[in-house]
Each structure stands twice: as C-alpha cells, then as structure tokens.
C-alpha cells in the first residue's frame, strides 16, 4: 500500500521536495496529496499538486506523512514546536537517489530530513531530525549535525565536526577540523574555516 505525503509549504524548497518525490525515475513509491500552505488558498494548483489546508488543518488529515519544506530556520522551528504536539502527525524523510551513504550502519538520519542529490555521507555521522543537506554537501567522518539545520548546497565538512540545532551554512562553506558549532550559528556563504 501506497504512503499518503504531503509537503508544508508549497515555495520553491516545497516545489523541490515535490519533483524528487514525483519524478518517475527514482521510484519513490507513494501517493503524493499536495501541499498545505497558510499562505495560498485552498484548492488552489501548484505544478500539479492542491493546496490541502492551512499548517494548522494538518492534524485534521489522519494516515499522511509530512515533510517542511520551508527555508526559514525560525518558522521551521515554530512549526515543529506546534507540529510535534500532536501525535498523529507522522513526518517522513526524502534521500535523493544519487546521494552515497557509505557506511549506512554507522551513519544516522533522523525524521523529516532531505538529504538533496549527488550528497556524499562518509561514516560515523548524525542528521538531526528536519534538517535540510541540500544537493552536493559532502560530509565526511564523525560529524553531528543537529536538529533543524540547514547546509545550503556543496557545503563541505571534512571531519570531527558538531554543528547546534537550528543552524545555517552558506553555499560553498568549507569547514575543515575539529569545531563546534553552538545551536543558532549562522556561516555565511563561502566561509572557509579550518
């Protein structure tokens, strides 16, 4: 039997969850509802898909899984604090096709996480829960990433690192060594910090 998904946030990141769930070639198998969105009306189409409801009516939708595909750390994080209290909400994960996770025994990815394409996981690593590793990061041995993170694309972290909840890297960031990252860091595109 097919999974009932759908996406919080029907914007360009919910749009991009959506065309690696639906694109044929990957054989994601499930039934994809749409979107629930506060800011569209109901019904509405977009590329494809209805808006189901507003975030709040998600509770209403029994037997659906749900990811957030929203950009902003803050109202991610507003959004898994009032989510998260109801019980029937199930969150799902989405891990592009082309992604390699080397040592799937010894590397950890909690629930509502992307992990985009062409990502390479190594060994010894954590993704927190609703964290979003856009396409092509590479991250290598021994590395925590918290809860609610997001690593804009080709981040790449080398080794032994711990990244806080609810923190933002930029696009292209290399960090290389042995740091720790408090939650709520911002690293700004292109930062190199070694």
Do not use: W
């Not at 096709?97 to 025994?105: A, D, L, M, T, V």
């Amino acid at each position: 039997m097919q999974t009932k998904l759908a996406i919080i946030g029907a914007g360009g990141l919910g749009r991009e969850f959506a065309a690696v769930i639906k694109n044929p070639k990957y054989r994601i198998e499930n039934q994809f509802l749409g979107y629930f969105d506060d800011g569209e009306e109901v019904g509405k189409i977009i590329e494809g898909f209805p808006i189901l409801g507003s975030i709040t009516s998600i509770s209403q939708n029994s037997n659906v899984e749900i990811i957030i595909g929203i950009g902003s750390i803050q109202i991610r994080k507003k959004i898994i604090s009032e989510i998260v209290k109801e019980s029937k909400v199930v969150f799902f994960t989405i891990i592009h096709p082309s992604s390699i996770i080397e040592n799937p025994k010894l590397v950890s990815i909690g629930t509502g996480v992307y992990l985009g394409a062409y990502c390479v996981l190594t060994t010894n690593i954590s993704v927190g829960n609703h964290s979003i590793i856009h396409n092509g990061c590479l991250i290598h041995h021994d590395v925590e990433i918290g809860e609610n993170c997001i690593l804009m694309p080709g981040v790449r972290i080398t080794s032994k690192c711990k990244i806080g909840d609810n923190s933002f890297i930029g696009s292209g960031t290399i960090i290389s060594g042995n740091f720790d990252f408090p939650a709520d860091s911002i690293i700004s595109s292109g930062s190199v910090i070694y």
